[in-house]
């Protein structure tokens, strides 16, 4: 087929816009449609691991059974022992949140609680225990505060913890002057790691968080 000047220049530069067109669909809707692939690929932050559950679950209880024998440790996620370190660790950890000193500098108070309580817990009691307001009204008044603690309830167990319901009591001299103050919590001690460790507390008429796994 034979073209005139005028045909050519025509066709030229309709083959000039297509490949113009290819260049642009090329440059730019390539890489969106590359996009999904580069974000699966992207890695993620690493999630921090929970508390390991039990090694097995518990044994039940298939006889037939009787109130004079029964053994409701056969039953619950945590065994005996387990469950007594718990209620002991929980106990002795809010007597020992209530204890302190005016003279007694906020880095012996948090180390003191170091061996009760999870690594995040440990943070935030050290934090608290720094509060410049909060020294300074206690040097102020010369506060000493001597912390004991009864267990009233359990309640909630869950695979990897238990809560507490915990009473704390504070015998407190302060400016010549002595008082006792009394506070209920819900305490969590949760499996951490080989151990046992509080894992958080609340006011028990707040609520508190219950399975960490």
């Known amino acids: 087929m034979n073209l005139n000047d005028r ?21 730019f809707a390539a890489p969106e449609d590359d996009e999904p692939a580069r974000q699966e690929a992207r890695p993620s932050g690493t999630p921090t691991a929970g508390p390991i559950g039990p090694a097995s679950p518990p044994p039940g ?23 007594a370190t718990a209620a002991d ?47 300074e009204e206690r040097r102020r008044t010369k506060v000493v505060a001597q912390g004991s603690a ?19 009591t504070q015998r407190v001299t302060e400016g010549g002057a002595e008082s006792n103050d009394r506070k209920r919590y819900a305490v969590t001690v949760a499996r951490d790691g080989g151990s046992l460790k509080v ?3 609340q006011p028990a008429d707040v609520g508190q968080v219950g399975d960490t796994g």
């Open 7 to 27: 045909q050519r220049r025509f066709l030229f530069g309709g083959l000039v816009v297509l490949l113009t067109a290819i260049g642009l669909y090329l440059t």
């Open 61 to 83: 209880i298939q006889s037939p059974v009787n109130p004079a024998e029964f053994d409701i440790y056969r039953l619950l996620p945590f065994n005996r022992q387990e469950f």
């Open 89 to 135: 660790l929980a106990q002795r950890f809010v007597a020992a949140y209530g204890t302190y000193r005016f003279d007694e500098p906020p880095e012996t108070y948090a180390a003191r609680l170091a061996g009760f309580v999870s690594e995040d817990l440990r943070g935030q009691l050290a934090r608290d225990a720094g509060t410049p307001g909060l020294l």
């Open 150 to 168: 009864s267990l009233d309830q359990v309640r909630t167990i869950e695979n990897n913890s238990i809560i507490f319901v915990v009473t704390g």
């Open 199 to 201: 894992y958080s507390f």
